[in-house]
Nanobody, 124 residues
């Protein structure tokens, strides 16, 4: 099992920036992809961005392309997500998750371990 801890959430004004972190520990050798998801009140959890540990290949949902950037620091087993030009619609609980190789990474069912989530609120 991989343990994931998110940090960096909070309140930000529309148009502002915020960086979220996700630190992985435990059986990190099982982790091939790291993904970020979000869940707004009354909505389903949705994929936001993902990255592979080995090659750093990145994937983004259309709704965040050009505004969010995902990166990783393999030495720290940490994945980051820079969020720029935030909009009130970005208000949600953000989760990081890890998946082994060979999974569909754009759906939550592809991931085995999840963090506890961090709240991000964007004020207009």
């Amino acid at each position: 099992q991989v343990q994931l801890v998110e940090s960096g959430g909070g309140l930000v004004q529309a148009g502002g920036s915020l960086r979220l972190s996700c630190a992985a520990s435990g059986r990190t050798s099982r982790s091939y992809y790291m993904g970020w998801f979000r869940q707004a009140p009354g909505k389903e959890r949705e994929f936001v961005a993902g990255i592979s540990w080995s090659y750093g290949a990145t994937y983004y949902a259309d709704s965040v392309k050009g505004r969010f950037t995902i990166s990783r620091d393999n030495a720290k087993n940490t994945v980051y997500r820079q969020m720029n030009s935030r909009e009130p619609e970005d208000t949600a609980v953000y989760y990081c998750a890890t998946a082994p190789a060979g999974r569909v990474i754009s759906t939550s069912s592809g991931y085995d371990d999840w963090g506890q989530g961090t709240q991000v609120t964007v004020s207009s």
